[in-house]
């Protein structure tokens, strides 16, 4: 990358990713290789491409040219000094915490995680003996409190699920620093909008099947290291755990990422419009979102997050659990679905769906209610997500 692109803002060099050239001029899309082995002169040179991240192709559990492309240019869009691809965001955050962490560790996560992460905790707690700590997010003084000398890693995420709940990030991270201990900040709901690299974080992940591919169209995950030995630690397993990410996967990734920076500006700015309207709206007994004055995490947020808090906040319904049903079921523009990030609108009821298995305890810890509902803004021309929302909010 040149001194040039490196000048650039994130959201142009991401419209520029690094691209070969072929024949003496310079394709703008990223070529799809579709291929997963390559053909070498000798074994000398073969045996060379095994050695690390930033080697020769030779299979594509090992690397493949569109899955690099794509690798570097969440690399740069994170700040990092280099990039996995993984089939998934859990395959991402798997194939970080089996290379990291072995029987007798200690971990602190953030209590309100998302499901997938927090089973997986349990998971590794129970069958490995890696014991976790949770913590509020709130204070450094939790995360010093939970230290213990076996503790490796301290486990984040920049906005929780529904109730976009914003943790003191950067300082929980130079908790964990000044202790010797790595953090991992998963980056999915806030990407140009944060850059936990920045604050100190070691290794950011992303779901790309949310905002980076963003069309709802493809699963894709990635971490991203600031160190380039911890990057070579971490690969080493990933070539053995094997989630590798298919290359059309990661062409319609870098494909999606082009128009990161206008799909987060659009969601940025409806997401608060409607949220601010849902304030107001007589079926609506509060909205979490953290960008409004009312939110706990109001001042954190225009202090972490200056430039647009995301597209994800949460509604609860003052007619409760079967409000939020019949509100999940009448919407027309809007779907019922699980997931977030993309073009379209989602909407959903987590406490009969997400967070299902959660106790009545845990929700309520959580800040989920009965009648919570998860809003995923789309694309679409806010006037018509307000109306669609108004419509089905008369039907209670
Ligand atoms: N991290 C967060 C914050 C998520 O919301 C999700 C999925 O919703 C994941 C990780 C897992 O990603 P994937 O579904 O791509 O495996």
Known sequence: MSDYHHGLRPESRIVHPPVEEVAGSRPLGVPL???????????????????????????????????????????????????????????AITTVLRALLRSGDHVIAQRSLYGGTFATFADLAARWGVDVSHVSGDDPEEVRAALRPTTRLLYLETVSNPTARVPELPALIGAAREAGVLSVVDNTFTPLLHRPIEHGADIVIHSATKYLGGHSDVMAGLAVFADAELHHRVWHHAVEQGATLDPFAAWLTLRGMQTLGLRIRRHN?????????????????????????????HERARRLLPDGQG????????????????????????SLAPSLGGVHTL???????????LSDDELTAAGIGPGTVRIAVGIEHPEDIWADLEQALAGL
């Not at 569109?66 to 690399?75: F, G, I, K, Q």
């Not at 909407?347 to 298995?357: F, I, K, N």
Request: charged share 15%; aromatic share 6%; net charge negative.
């Open 269 to 297: 700015e409806s997401a608060l419009d409607l949220a601010g309207r849902l304030a107001a709206h007589p079926a609506i007994a509060a909205v979490h979102h953290p960008g409004l004055p009312g939110h706990p995490d």
């Open 347 to 357: 909407v959903l009821h987590p406490a009969s769906t997400s967070h299902r298995q």
């Open 33 to 91: 290789h579709q291929g997963h082995v390559f053909a070498f002169p000798d074994s000398e040179a073969l045996a060379d491409a095994f050695t690390g991240p930033d080697g020769a192709f030779h299979y594509l559990r090992f690397g493949n040219p569109t899955v690099r492309s794509l690798e570097r240019a969440v690399a740069d869009l994170e700040g990092g000094s280099g990039a996995l691809a993984a089939a998934s965001g859990m395959g």
């Open 311 to 334: 597209g994800v906040f949460a509604v609860d319904l003052a007619g409760g659990r079967e409000a939020a049903r019949t509100f999940v079921g009448a919407v027309r523009l809007a």
